[in-house]
């Protein structure tokens, strides 16, 4: 019996070595990975630049406070600022933290504005922010609320894609519109540009703060920097974190100055959040993803993920039921149980993949991904699909 909280239905299975795109498990198995510990590695395994700066950090402070100047976080923080739409940044030390200060950002904007009544956030169905009190009570989903008494107040949800749903939810308490581009865990929807646009339309009319969840979406995973900027548009508040460290426990909330002017010494905090050697894995993580030519690799893999994902639709119809995602954030609606399918491609074909809501395959390979790789993980899903319909004809030929 494991000494750990029962929350995870955990796979005995547990990895030694990694390189590049692959995992070695105990016995010297070897596995594709195409599930980068849910988008973090997005680097892959073993990256040499990130294995040099953190035994190069290793040697220096590894952690003061931040009520000491920190030159690794400025250092991040300039260059995120430098490169983005955002003028200010507050590192944590995952999502759901970053998620907490972006609402806490939002809510204490109008607050500081004489406007306190207005803590109300407008959240999606079907979104994940963490697993906080608040976080959850954002995601709106029943399953996570559950046994955990009353969800926290200041939150409402509308349907992904319904700009009037949204519209009719706006109120005077409402401070914000809070969404994932792409969502993630709740089974890879992209929303669509028009979508996007309409929300920041929604915000300027009615002085809200846009907010987006990039955590998974982010840091490069859909060929652009950030997701939201295939719709042309520029947020108030970004949640960022998973590939930010490239394995290391990192996360950040980007704003603009208007949006966190009030957040001033004593509003908000971290004790871990953003010390020396978190920055320096964030700094390294930032050298290769801002490369010349980085994104543009994701965002060609991206496309021949996407067509070899037709290919393998048309080959299966009867399994393939739709595809979704954007970039290297892909997902397949499938027509076999997730759970059951993705432990199957793990133990019988040594891909690693992840389940989404919906019943959706997800796959979210390192950036580093080539396409032979893909070739060769469209081919274990393949694979597996042949190993259904062989079991199911076997079982009927023998009913
Ligand atoms: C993973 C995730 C989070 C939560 O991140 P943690 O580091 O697990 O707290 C929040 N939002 C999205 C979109 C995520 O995918």
Redesign the pocket.
């Given at each position: 019996m494991s000494a750990l909280y029962g929350t995870y239905a955990r796979s005995d299975l547990a990895f030694e070595r990694g390189e590049g795109m692959r995992l070695y498990d105990q016995h010297g198995r070897e596995f594709l990975d195409f599930h980068s510990g849910?988008?973090v590695n997005a680097l892959g395994h073993g990256d040499p630049h990130l294995v040099t700066t953190l035994k190069a950090a290793a040697d220096k402070v590894w952690h003061t406070s931040n009520v000491f100047t920190i030159p690794e976080q400025e250092r991040l923080g300039q260059r995120l600022v430098d490169s983005t739409f955002a003028d200010k940044v507050f590192f944590t030390n995952?999502?759901?933290?970053?998620?907490e200060c972006a609402i806490k950002t939002a809510r204490h904007h109008f607050h500081s504005k004489g406007e306190p009544d207005r803590y109300e956030v407008i959240a999606f169905t079907g979104?994940?922010?963490?697993?906080?009190l608040g976080?959850i009570a954002a995601g709106g989903n029943p399953s996570y609320l559950e046994g955990f008494g009353p969800p926290m107040p200041g939150f409402k949800h509308a349907d992904p894609g319904d700009l009037e749903a949204v519209k009719a939810l706006v109120g005077p308490q409402t401070c914000a519109i809070l969404i994932?581009p792409v969502?993630?865990?709740g089974g890879v929807t992209a929303m669509s540009s028009e979508f996007l646009q309409g929300l920041r339309q929604i915000c300027d009319e009615h002085g809200l703060l846009l907010i987006f969840?990039?955590?998974?979406?982010g840091f490069g995973r859909t060929g652009r920097f950030f997701a939201f900027e295939w719709a042309d548009i520029t947020p108030d508040i970004v949640?960022v974190?998973?590939a930010i460290g490239g394995g290391f426990p990192l996360?950040a909330c980007l704003a603009t100055e208007a949006a966190s002017a009030s957040m001033v010494p004593g509003t908000h905090g971290s004790t871990y959040g953003g010390n020396p050697l978190g920055c320096a894995m964030g700094n390294a993580v930032l050298d290769r993803i801002q490369a010349p030519g980085f994104l543009d690799h994701v965002a060609q893999m991206g496309q021949r993920l996407a067509w070899h994902l037709q290919q393998l639709a048309q080959k299966y119809p009867d399994y393939v039921l739709e595809l979704r995602g954007k970039g290297l954030l892909a997902g397949i609606k499938i027509a076999p149980p997730v759970r059951d399918f993705v432990a199957r491609l793990r133990d019988d074909h040594q891909l690693l993949a992840i389940g989404a809501g919906d019943n959706v395959l997800r796959l979210l390979p390192p950036l580093i991904v080539s396409e032979a790789d893909i070739e060769d993980a469209i081919s274990r899903i393949g694979a597996a699909f042949d190993a259904i319909e062989a079991e199911t004809a076997s079982t009927a030929a023998a009913g």
């Amino acid at each position: 019996m494991s000494a750990l909280y029962g929350t995870y239905a955990r796979s005995d299975l547990a990895f030694e070595r990694g390189e590049g795109m692959r995992l070695y498990d105990q016995h010297g198995r070897e596995f594709l990975d195409f599930h980068s510990g849910i988008a973090v590695n997005a680097l892959g395994h073993g990256d040499p630049h990130l294995v040099t700066t953190l035994k190069a950090a290793a040697d220096k402070v590894w952690h003061t406070s931040n009520v000491f100047t920190i030159p690794e976080q400025e250092r991040l923080g300039q260059r995120l600022v430098d490169s983005t739409f955002a003028d200010k940044v507050f590192f944590t030390n995952s999502g759901a933290e970053a998620l907490e200060c972006a609402i806490k950002t939002a809510r204490h904007h109008f607050h500081s504005k004489g406007e306190p009544d207005r803590y109300e956030v407008i959240a999606f169905t079907g979104s994940f922010h963490g697993r906080t009190l608040g976080t959850i009570a954002a995601g709106g989903n029943p399953s996570y609320l559950e046994g955990f008494g009353p969800p926290m107040p200041g939150f409402k949800h509308a349907d992904p894609g319904d700009l009037e749903a949204v519209k009719a939810l706006v109120g005077p308490q409402t401070c914000a519109i809070l969404i994932e581009p792409v969502q993630g865990e709740g089974g890879v929807t992209a929303m669509s540009s028009e979508f996007l646009q309409g929300l920041r339309q929604i915000c300027d009319e009615h002085g809200l703060l846009l907010i987006f969840d990039e955590v998974q979406c982010g840091f490069g995973r859909t060929g652009r920097f950030f997701a939201f900027e295939w719709a042309d548009i520029t947020p108030d508040i970004v949640a960022v974190a998973k590939a930010i460290g490239g394995g290391f426990p990192l996360g950040a909330c980007l704003a603009t100055e208007a949006a966190s002017a009030s957040m001033v010494p004593g509003t908000h905090g971290s004790t871990y959040g953003g010390n020396p050697l978190g920055c320096a894995m964030g700094n390294a993580v930032l050298d290769r993803i801002q490369a010349p030519g980085f994104l543009d690799h994701v965002a060609q893999m991206g496309q021949r993920l996407a067509w070899h994902l037709q290919q393998l639709a048309q080959k299966y119809p009867d399994y393939v039921l739709e595809l979704r995602g954007k970039g290297l954030l892909a997902g397949i609606k499938i027509a076999p149980p997730v759970r059951d399918f993705v432990a199957r491609l793990r133990d019988d074909h040594q891909l690693l993949a992840i389940g989404a809501g919906d019943n959706v395959l997800r796959l979210l390979p390192p950036l580093i991904v080539s396409e032979a790789d893909i070739e060769d993980a469209i081919s274990r899903i393949g694979a597996a699909f042949d190993a259904i319909e062989a079991e199911t004809a076997s079982t009927a030929a023998a009913g």
